[in-house]
């Protein structure tokens, strides 16, 4: 067997949302934080997203992230998160699938009842609780990094929608939240087609008309991912909402080949701005959960715990919570004669 690579990754999900988590076979990837190592990996190192994500080792489906060392002398671990068209700089559904890897493998020594860690990702520190039982990771909340609304019910218009009332949040990606029930749009897994004709049509929209800048960052802009929400459907739930991940270029001219995917979990980053924007209009105060479902019912729980102020903007603290599960464990090889040195996409699936 002729080998030119060999990535050893854990494979596991997060309430649905598949997270593989890279462990060994990378590069050393320099950088004075995490954020200046995913920008090199982005400029130096991109092969190995496309190679992992997509076919014959990835699907339209799923995320990747690789443990890199940390910057900040307090993290016990670094991690980069990989999407089909983007590295974003945080991800509730990746941190949970990265602290379940972490703990159940040895990476990071697990201790029970309670574990508690620090990850260092593109946005920030993530303080990390585990609870443990008999080896196992039975749930994670963390603390995320502030979320803030930049635009409140904000008109766009949209082709085919004609005026669309908007807000555009920070959860640790730019969302761009639309009320799909007042657009007649169904959010019922089966319908996920449209929705994500939908969204991919409100985020281009939105990108034109309210695109945004991070005010700690400029290098962070948006946004980049659509959340179209509803009001619950399922007792004990506060929300539901269904994300739609981008898995290739949004043509205006042809709106109805866009590509992209559904979010399998209720997505962590979504819930943190969805939670952002209801403190800003007053609807979800410090100290209360919101409970939001994904297309599948499956839960994160977030809750406000404080308040603060990112640049001009007024800004949450949240915490979201969930559950990972690992389900295998690969070694990934690249032969040097294979034609598909960074994998490939057909139209069928993508």
């Known amino acids: 067997m002729r080998l030119s690579r060999m990535i050893s990754a854990v494979e596991a999900h997060a309430e649905g949302e598949p997270g593989r988590v890279i462990t060994g076979g990378m590069p050393h990837m320099p950088g004075n934080s995490v954020f200046e190592k995913m920008q090199w990996m982005q400029q130096h190192a991109d092969d190995v997203r496309r190679l992992m994500l997509q076919e014959p080792r990835g699907n339209p489906a799923l995320c990747c992230n690789v443990i890199v060392p940390p910057c900040d002398p307090s993290a016990d671990a670094g991690f980069i998160i990989m999407e089909q068209m983007e590295y974003p700089p945080m991800s509730g559904s990746n941190a949970i699938c990265v602290t379940t890897v972490l703990l159940e493998t040895g990476i990071v020594p697990m201790y029970e009842p309670v574990t508690e860690l620090i990850l260092e990702a593109p946005a920030g520190l993530i303080k990390v609780r585990a609870d443990c039982q008999d080896g196992k990771v039975t749930r994670v909340t963390f603390k995320n990094v502030p979320a803030f609304a930049m635009h409140l019910d904000a008109v766009i218009q949209v082709p085919d929608l004609g005026d669309v009332r908007v807000d555009i949040a920070w959860g640790g990606m730019f ?69 739609t991940i981008s898995t290739g270029p949004y043509d205006p001219a042809r709106p109805h080949e866009a590509s992209g995917i559904l979010d399998r979990s209720p997505c962590g980053t979504g819930t943190c701005a969805k939670m952002a924007v209801l403190h800003a209009k007053g609807l979800l105060q410090t100290g209360q959960d919101y409970v939001n479902a994904g297309p599948m019912g499956t839960t994160f729980t977030g809750r406000i715990v404080e308040t603060t102020q990112v640049g001009p903007y007024p800004a949450i603290v949240p915490t979201l919570a969930g559950q990972g599960w690992i389900y295998g464990t690969s070694n990934y090889t690249l032969d040097p004669s294979d034609p598909f040195q960074t994998g490939f996409t057909i139209g069928d699936m993508w």
């Open 175 to 243: 969302f761009v939240l639309a009320n799909a029930d007042d657009l007649g749009i169904s959010l019922a897994p089966e319908n996920g087609r449209e929705i994500v004709l939908r969204s991919e049509a409100i985020r281009h929209a939105a990108v034109e008309q309210l695109g945004v800048v991070h005010p700690d960052n400029p290098e962070i802009t948006g946004p980049t991912i659509t959340n179209l929400w509803g009001a619950p459907v399922a007792a004990g739930t506060d929300g539901r909402g269904a994300i």
